[in-house]
């Protein structure tokens, strides 16, 4: 099955509003009413992403995505969020979630979330298919940008990473765009997930 985004929400409505809104973008789809419908068609060689509830009726949106974590799972997963689950929704992004959008959502912010975790996907299917490993992809950056790399994984902002490098903070942004450029990544939260993906070259 080609990628695609697979919606998972116990509310018919919001898994009718979210086709349509997806069809009307060009993005293929396919939604499942519960956590064990999407079991049951998983794969480990499906492609594309998951936009997933948090909170269902039966298994809920965390406990689905910790189950797919221990099976393995590659694709990106952006959680659908009340209010009240925003930290939860955090506690899974430091797990490797890809992102969490709260209800009620902007309908196009949402679909250009969905559109920049599937390209997550895709790069990573072409990294794994060309065998390109960690070592090669870091081959591309400088020193430079691969001390500016390591800061940005570790979370610190531009200002911090300006003072440990003893640099300008102009500067650290300039090398944060270049190995953003070089590696094909608009967020460090891809840029994590793409070196993740290479590691298992």
């Not at 993005?27 to 948090?54: K, N, P, Q």
């Not at 060309?130 to 950056?141: D, H, I």
Request: overall charge negative; glycine content about 6%; aromatic content about 6%.
């Amino acid at each position: 099955m080609s990628a695609r985004a697979w919606l998972i929400d116990d509310d018919e409505a919001i898994r009718d509003a979210l086709a349509w809104l997806l069809a009307s973008r060009g993005v293929a789809c396919t939604a499942c009413a519960s956590a064990e419908e999407f079991l049951a068609r998983w794969s480990s060689d499906i492609g594309g992403c998951i936009v997933l509830d948090i909170r269902m009726a039966g298994m809920s949106g965390a406990e689905l995505f910790q189950e797919l974590r221990q099976r393995g799972n590659r694709l990106p997963v952006i959680f659908l969020t009340g209010h009240g689950d925003v930290p939860m929704a955090v506690a899974a992004i430091k797990q490797g979630a890809f992102d969490f959008v709260e209800k009620p959502f902007n309908d196009n912010e949402l679909v250009d979330r969905i559109i920049a975790a599937l390209e997550v996907d895709a790069r990573r299917r072409a990294a794994a298919g060309s065998g390109e490993s960690k070592q090669a992809l870091l081959a591309r950056l400088t020193l430079r940008e691969r001390q500016v790399m390591e800061l940005v994984l570790a979370g610190k902002y531009n200002k911090v990473i300006a003072d440990e490098l003893n640099i300008s903070m102009r500067t650290v942004e300039v090398h944060r765009a270049r190995l953003f450029e070089k590696m094909g990544v608009k967020t460090a939260v891809e840029l994590a997930q793409l070196l993740a993906a290479a590691d298992e070259n």
